[in-house]
């Protein structure tokens, strides 16, 4: 994914809502995808990951699908409580690194009640 | 089971010092992963130790090096501190050493460089 530096995205949405988080990555040789939260103060916490063999994998909550054609991650929470506000960040790694990651930018969550 | 754990969780410094953080994995984790995160350049990877031994590194200068312990714990070093260095310093941890194994983070070391 690309940093966005300072200004990070930010998607707002109605408590009850459905909320859609994109991602775009970066290298076609990536192989696992995760999903990250993080809240203000914390570190970040996993949130759902998927393998390079699916294009869906569902949680508690929260779908993330992957579209390798484009390059794509999304993560998408159902009914979004306010205690989903908070920094999402997909982060990306491929068979033979071990366990670098790579991080996109961050988008920001906020959930109006 | 206890999470990640880093100490410690603030830390003033000025210009030219040298700073160590500690990190404790979750028990069991054997390898264990520093990243660095700012507003300007998000998270980036510094380096993962696994079994006492450096398995990758980013793209960070000399100042920043790594070791872990046989008892999985790993701290970082960062000698002559700059003004940049100033960040939220991830440690993270891993059952395994391969890709694909869920990494956990602690709630990082804030330092501030002065």
């Known amino acids: 994914g690309e940093s966005v530096g300072l200004h990070l995205p930010t998607l707002s949405v109605q408590e009850g809502d459905n909320s859609i988080i994109n991602c775009a990555y970066s290298?076609?040789?990536?192989?696992?995808f995760i999903w990250y939260k993080q809240e203000s103060g914390k570190g970040p916490q996993f949130i759902i990951d998927i393998r390079s063999n699916m294009d869906k994998r569902q949680g508690q909550r929260v779908t993330v699908l992957l579209n390798k054609t484009v390059k794509h991650l999304s993560l998408q929470i159902a009914a979004t409580q306010p205690g989903d506000s908070a920094v999402y960040f997909c982060a990306e790694t491929y068979n033979n690194a071990g366990n670098m990651l790579t991080f996109g930018g961050g988008t920001r969550l906020m959930v109006k009640p | 089971k206890a999470g990640v754990t880093q100490t410690p969780r603030y830390l003033i410094k000025t210009r030219g010092q040298q700073v160590t953080l500690s990190c404790s994995p979750i028990s069991g984790h054997r390898s264990v992963s520093w990243y660095q995160q700012t507003p300007g350049q998000g998270l980036q990877f510094l380096f993962e130790y696994f079994s006492e031994t450096q398995r990758n590194k980013g793209n960070f200068p000399g100042r920043f090096s790594g070791r872990q312990f046989s008892n999985s714990r790993s701290e970082m070093n960062v000698s002559t501190l700059e003004l940049g260095d100033s960040a939220l310093y991830l440690c993270?941890?891993?059952?395994?050493?391969?890709?694909?194994?869920?990494?956990?983070f602690g709630p990082g070391t804030r330092l501030l460089v002065l």
């Open positions: 993270a941890s891993s059952l395994i050493g391969g890709a694909m194994g869920t990494q956990y």
């Open positions: 290298n076609s040789a990536s192989d696992y």
